[in-house]
């Protein structure tokens, strides 16, 4: 098992940065390829980006891309998801997940924080 907590939402104005962070503990969190996904009132949840356990390679959504950067710290087992350039429509609960490096099923989920962008 691997247990995922998220933090460093908020209120943010248009434009402005948010660093979410997402502490694992459990299992060996190299084990892992961690990803970021986000819910918006009304919508499905969808994809923002993800990250291999050597963090080597990451991969986002073309509507994140070039202004959310997803890093993370094995040594603190730790995934991160830096936010610029904030737009309302990025207002999201904003989930951590992982998933065992060999498998394309996301197995564990964050609670989620929450994010709000204001116009």
């Known amino acids: 098992q691997v247990q995922l907590v998220e933090s460093g939402g908020g209120f943010v104005q248009a434009g402005g940065s948010l660093r979410l962070s997402c502490a694992a503990s459990?299992?060996?969190?190299?084990?892992?390829?961690m990803g970021w996904f986000r819910q918006a009132p009304g919508k499905e949840r969808e994809f923002v980006a993800r990250?291999?356990?050597?963090?080597?390679?990451?991969y986002y959504a073309n509507s994140v891309k070039d202004r959310f950067t997803i890093s993370r710290d094995n040594a603190k087992n730790t995934v991160y998801l830096q936010m610029n350039g904030l737009k309302p429509e990025d207002t999201a609960v904003y989930y951590c997940?992982?998933?065992?490096?060999?498998?394309?099923?996301?197995?564990?989920w964050g609670q989620g924080t929450q994010v709000t962008v204001s116009s």
């Open positions: 997940a992982a998933r065992l490096s060999s498998t394309i099923t996301w197995n564990y």
């Open positions: 990250i291999t356990w050597s963090g080597s390679s990451t």
């Open positions: 459990g299992r060996t969190f190299t084990t892992y390829t």
